[in-house]
DNA sequence: TATAGTATGCAACTAAGTTGCAAATTTCAT
DNA sequence: ATGAAATTTGCAACTTAGTTGCATACTATA
């Protein structure tokens, strides 16, 4: 729970309930965790206004970041040393499960540099592999 | 225009004019289009649930596939040729540019391969680049 | 501990997406 | 080419997701 105390100060955030609930959640979680699941999982009830700014403020800050996805949900998960305010540079593997549809953050593979054309710079890549977990393996 | 009768014939699918201008557009267009693209400049104007539901209907026959994006918007774009009914088992590289927020599909980049822990199956693998585009390079 | 600055929660609103159903269109067999 | 069957469309009504303004409550700091 310092851990929790220790992120919200080094990024200069007052300490309150609902942030300290929501990020405990993300560093209890290993996958990722929707605006849902957040509702969801709070067990003080926190109004969905004040998730939807909580997590905006996280993914402002850095603490967490985005995962694209195909389907239309927003999943957050929390960002490694390298993020900074602003900025996301870290190359993020992304894995869903088709079946459960857990989504796992796979910090420890590299992500391969992609060569892009002419002209074209490159600020973060995301890969995201749909398949099936462990668990699901069919 | 004959490609596109041709498309929908190969796919079963009846030829009707929402269909033929949905399909037609994305032909037309290099890059990937949202639903509220394809609301604006759907000439013969069309509802927005037919819009939905053709969208739909070219995503499961194999036709446009759906890219994942970090902000909350859905992407359309072209699947090229193996793709298949209910199954895309290419690799797509897609660009989204910060500036202009224009997507284009990289088709001709490999996706490199990921590999995955122990137990874990891959069944399709997107990699989405933020970045500038050739236009917009800062 | 008082106060200035933030964060929260409520209400009300906008936007996005879905479902059921009747009318219109397309297909196909004649 | 024509009519019946099947499919698609558009409307209405609904559900869900996300945003904004503002008064209240909480947090940090002197």
Redesign the interface.
């Known amino acids: 729970m310092n851990a929790v105390i220790d992120i919200l100060k080094e990024n200069n955030l007052s300490i309150t309930d609902g942030r300290k609930q929501i990020l405990s959640l993300f560093l209890k979680t290993d996958g990722a965790l929707s605006h849902a699941d957040i509702e969801k999982e709070a067990h003080k009830k926190l109004d969905r206004i004040t998730i939807y700014r909580t997590l905006q403020t996280f993914v402002n800050k850095g603490i967490i970041h985005?995962?694209?996805?195909?389907?239309?949900s927003?999943l957050y998960a929390l960002c490694r040393d390298e993020c900074s305010e602003g900025h996301h540079h870290d190359k993020h593997?992304h894995?869903v499960c088709?079946e459960c549809h857990t989504t796992y953050c796979?910090e420890q593979?590299d992500?391969?540099?992609?060569?892009?054309?002419?002209?074209?710079?490159?600020?973060?890549?995301?890969?995201?592999?749909?398949?099936?977990?462990?668990?699901c393996?069919?």
């Open positions: 985005v995962i694209p996805t195909t389907d239309n927003i593997v894995f088709n796979l593979i992500v391969p540099q992609v060569s892009l054309p002419k002209g074209f710079s490159e600020v973060q890549t995301d890969v995201v592999v749909n398949g099936y977990c462990a668990k393996k069919p």
